[in-house]
């Protein structure tokens, strides 16, 4: 039988948690805030073949934020592509599942981790699809600090051009990147207003809630006004550890030996939907190890937390004279 969205977004995080505790590996936050976006995509949403990867009428996906490969592999591998047995060897020597998604998989269709590539990947699928007169569709996943680049715009361009209503992108907007918040990064807002401006549909929902989302896809399945479509998810970077959630420190760090694995397993364990099993740890930890008040737990690890962005002096904009160009000045 095949698994619910809910169940699937369960196991991506119980399976990231496994994944990057055992490999040393990074991205926890984005595994997480991504984790309901993809079960919902592959339980509800996307067309493919398990016994057929190469099957030329799937729809094609492309998870640009490569980074959160952990949560595509997790739901390849729940979905019959491989054995989920291989999780285990993420960030190995030698095995499949590298740190960025890789191609060598089954069911990948393209490698990323190279940020702001991935879209102009599906938009390549999408008009390739219409020029070959194919019904498969080009799905897109990005981070919102992916947005920064000014390939992502290039490609929103093109594929409006072209109107290329067989392509959605799905943004992972969990409003932090890297090292800080998004608008202490490089601003973004009004994000919505921006991808109209380039001709878009946009959808803006609750990443997180698997109905909402549901309920996107399906408005963007139904428009026929010949435009690409972009749903903005607003996510949580971290979703579903309380203590990972909006702490830009997950971007980087993996589950340690100790608390940091023992309460994250159990936290999820206190929300595992009925007919899920555990296959790491059946029944949650016994005895889990706790955090203490010299632990590094609930503090502000952004970046400019430390430093202040403002700039040394205010500016102002000063009037030219006739015939020169306009120019900005210290007061």
């Given at each position: 039988m095949q698994m619910t969205s809910e169940q699937l977004a369960w196991k991506i995080r119980r399976h990231g948690i496994e994944m990057t505790h055992l490999s040393g590996g990074s991205h926890i936050g984005a595994v997480l805030s991504v984790a309901d976006i993809i079960a919902v995509l592959y339980a509800d949403v996307l067309h493919y073949r398990v016994d057929e990867p190469e099957w030329s009428e799937r729809d094609r996906f492309v998870l640009s934020k490569g980074h959160a490969g952990a949560a595509l592999y997790a739901a390849l591998a729940e979905t019959g592509f491989f054995p989920v047995e291989e999780l285990k060897t993420h960030y190995a020597n030698g095995s499949r599942l590298s740190g960025h998604v890789s191609h060598h998989l089954p069911g990948v269709d393209f490698s990323t981790g190279s940020l702001g590539h991935g879209?102009?990947?599906?938009v390549g699928m999408a008009y390739a699809a219409k020029k070959d007169g194919k019904s498969f569709r080009a799905f897109a996943v990005l981070?919102?600090?992916?947005?920064?680049?000014?390939?992502?715009?290039?490609?929103?361009?093109?594929?409006?051009?072209?109107?290329?209503?067989?392509?959605?992108?799905?943004?992972?907007?969990?409003?932090?990147?890297?090292?800080?918040?998004?608008?202490?990064?490089?601003e973004l807002e009004d994000f919505a207003s921006r991808w109209r401006a380039f001709g878009w549909n946009v959808e803006e929902v609750n990443g997180n809630d698997h109905d909402a989302l549901r309920a996107a896809f399906g408005r963007i399945a139904a428009r026929d006004n010949h435009k690409p479509s972009v749903l903005i998810a607003d996510t949580i970077k971290g979703c579903g550890i309380s203590f990972m959630q909006n702490d830009i420190l997950w971007h980087y760090r993996f589950p340690h030996d100790g608390w940091e694995y023992d309460c994250a397993v159990n936290e999820l364990h206190q929300v595992?939907?009925?007919?899920?099993?555990?296959?790491?740890?059946?029944?949650g930890i016994e005895h889990p190890?706790?955090?203490?008040e010299t632990d590094d737990i609930g503090n502000d690890h952004t970046y400019s937390h430390t430093w202040d962005t403002a700039y040394p002096e205010p500016m102002r904009r000063v009037t030219a004279q006739p015939g020169t160009a306009e120019r900005i000045k210290p007061v």
């Open positions: 879209l102009s990947a599906a981070g919102d600090g992916e947005c920064d680049e000014g390939s992502v715009w290039e490609a929103a361009m093109f594929a409006n051009h072209f109107r290329l209503d067989n392509l959605v992108a799905i943004v992972d907007h969990n409003y932090m990147q890297s090292l800080d918040f998004c608008e202490n990064t490089l595992k939907p009925e007919g899920v099993e555990d296959p790491y740890t059946p029944n190890t706790l955090p203490t």
